[in-house]
C-alpha cells in the first residue's frame, strides 16, 4: 500500500485565514520530507521540505511540522489567499534513495474570497 | 532561467500506436526523472537518469515503456502498443546530483496523454 497519504482530500478556507493541510506517512525510513503545491495545468512546484532530524521549518508563510513519533506531517499556511488555492502533496524521500520520491494523493485547498 | 520543458503538452493517440514524449531539463542539471500521474493522484516514480545512464528504471510499469537520454540533456519517453490505461500526465523533473541527500526536483508542466 501506500506509504504517504492524506488525512483530508478537500480543504476550503476564507481568504485571509490560515490553513493546515494535513499528512501521515508509515515509512519510519524516510529521510525528507516535501510538501509540493500544484495548479491546474501545471506541475508540482517544491514548497518547503523538512530533513527527518528536524521537527519544524518555517518559509514565507508557510510552516512545515513532523511529528515522527505519530508518523505526520502538516503544512501551515498563514493568512491565505487566492493564489494559494491548488492541490497540496506531501511527499517522502527514503533514506538510502537520494533521488525517488513518494506522493501521497493530494488535499485540494480553496480559498474563498 | 528556463525551466523545465515538455512536448508536446497534449496527445491524444488511438489504442496501439507509438508515441514519444520528450524532456528538456534545466540546464546544468544531470539528473533528470519521469513520473506518471493518474487523475487525482500524486506522480508515481517512472525512471531517474543520471547523465546517460538510467540509474534506476524499477518504475517503468510494463517493457511497453522506455526512455533514453542519449546526450545527457534531453530525454525522450516511448511508449510502445499505447493502451487505454496508459491515459496520464507524464511528468518530467531534474535536479543537480543527488549526493548523500535528497536534492530539489524541478517540475515541467507535464505532457498530458488520451489513448482513445
Known amino acids: 500500500g501506500e506509504s504517504v497519504g492524506l488525512h483530508l482530500p478537500t480543504l476550503s478556507v476564507q481568504e485571509g485565514d490560515n490553513s493546515i493541510i494535513n499528512c501521515a506517512y508509515s515509512?519510519?525510513?524516510?529521510?525528507?520530507f516535501i510538501w509540493y503545491k500544484q495548479e491546474s495545468g501545471k506541475g508540482p512546484q517544491f514548497i518547503i521540505d523538512?530533513?527527518?532530524?528536524?521537527d519544524k521549518r518555517q518559509g514565507q508563510r508557510v510552516t512545515v511540522l513532523l511529528n515522527k513519533t505519530v508518523k505526520h506531517l502538516s503544512l501551515q499556511i498563514a493568512a491565505t489567499q487566492p493564489g494559494d488555492s491548488a492541490v497540496y502533496f506531501c511527499a517522502e524521500n527514503i533514506s538510502g534513495s537520494n533521488y525517488k520520491l513518494t506522493f501521497g494523493k493530494g488535499t485540494l485547498l480553496t480559498v474563498n474570497p | 532561467g528556463a525551466g523545465v520543458s515538455q512536448t508536446p503538452s497534449n496527445k491524444v493517440t488511438e489504442k496501439g500506436k507509438y508515441v514519444e514524449l520528450r524532456c528538456d531539463p534545466i540546464s546544468g542539471h544531470t539528473a533528470l526523472y519521469w513520473y506518471r500521474q493518474s487523475l487525482g493522484q500524486g506522480p508515481e516514480f517512472l525512471i531517474y537518469f543520471q547523465g546517460t545512464g538510467a540509474a534506476d528504471d524499477s518504475g517503468l510499469p510494463n517493457d511497453r515503456f522506455f526512455a533514453v537520454r542519449p546526450e545527457g540533456s534531453v530525454s525522450t519517453l516511448k511508449i510502445q502498443r499505447t493502451e487505454r490505461g496508459d491515459s496520464a500526465v507524464y511528468l518530467c523533473?531534474?535536479?543537480?546530483?543527488?549526493?548523500?541527500?535528497?536534492?530539489?526536483?524541478?517540475f515541467g508542466p507535464g505532457t498530458r496523454l488520451t489513448v482513445t
Open positions: 523538512i530533513r527527518s532530524n528536524m
Open positions: 523533473a531534474s535536479s543537480l546530483t543527488p549526493g548523500l541527500q535528497w536534492n530539489e526536483q524541478y
Open positions: 515509512n519510519s525510513a524516510s529521510d525528507y
